[in-house]
């Protein structure tokens, strides 16, 4: 089968309208606050427990295991954290098929495909053992038994928001070569957030929120209207 831009916009679009409707069921299935308290300086339940520094920050936002709200909001992370698997997916084909629509269609070196599919595999394996450390976290019944899944929580959310930003970077260069500046300059952006999430991680909530900015800015540039992109 002959791989043309065309089919690759084509694919391009249904994988950022699978990834939109992800979120939206992630937003709907998972807990939208804490049961106590979330840290300081975050506002997303699920950010939080990705980025809790200590097994009280995660009671604060999970409350007690053995409490009918502790159980229920441990529910909806359960199921959130198994529909994130298709959404990594998601994800991972919207990057991938981004950039390798931009070199095809810019007659680029194949090595920025190689680059962004090494990234981006970095990035998913993160994110899946970030979501096995959060598996163990939310079956575990005592405070005093979350230090060991709390120290692989830490390490792979760092890892995988790190390589997202990291994955961002080929696209925003291939983006500028195109002359979109606009879009090209807010993945950069979201990589230097993921880099100041290791000192502040309140960084991530405006990496996401210029992650989102792009992707539905994107989706409407890919819809069958007058000015669409890569027509």
Do not use: C
């Amino acid at each position: 089968m002959e791989i043309t831009p065309r089919k690759l916009r084509n694919y391009l679009f249904g994988s950022v309208i699978v990834f939109f409707i992800l979120t939206i069921v992630l937003s709907v299935v998972q807990p939208n606050k804490a049961v106590h308290a979330l840290p300081s300086g975050l506002h997303s339940p699920i950010l939080a427990l990705e980025l809790a520094f200590t097994p009280q920050e995660i009671i604060g936002i999970l409350g007690e295991f053995d409490t009918l709200v502790g159980q229920s909001a441990r529910s909806g992370f359960f199921l959130g954290t198994h529909i994130d698997t298709f959404y990594i997916i998601a994800y991972f084909l919207s990057y991938f098929l981004l950039t390798v629509l931009m070199v095809y269609r810019q007659n680029a070196s194949r090595w920025w495909i190689f680059s962004s599919l090494a990234i981006l595999l970095l990035t998913a394996v993160a994110d899946l053992l970030e979501n096995n450390a959060l598996f163990q976290i939310l079956l575990t019944p005592g405070e005093a038994l979350l230090e060991t899944p709390l120290e692989h929580l830490i390490v792979f959310t760092r890892l995988k928001w790190i390589a997202l930003g990291i994955s961002g970077i080929i696209p925003a260069i291939l983006l500028r070569r195109e002359g979109r500046k606009g879009p090209s300059f807010i993945l950069m952006a979201t990589f230097a957030f993921a880099v100041l999430s290791l000192r502040h991680r309140m960084a991530i909530e405006i990496m996401m929120l210029f992650l989102a900015f792009f992707w539905a800015f994107l989706l409407v540039k890919l819809l069958p209207l007058k000015n669409r992109w890569w027509e």
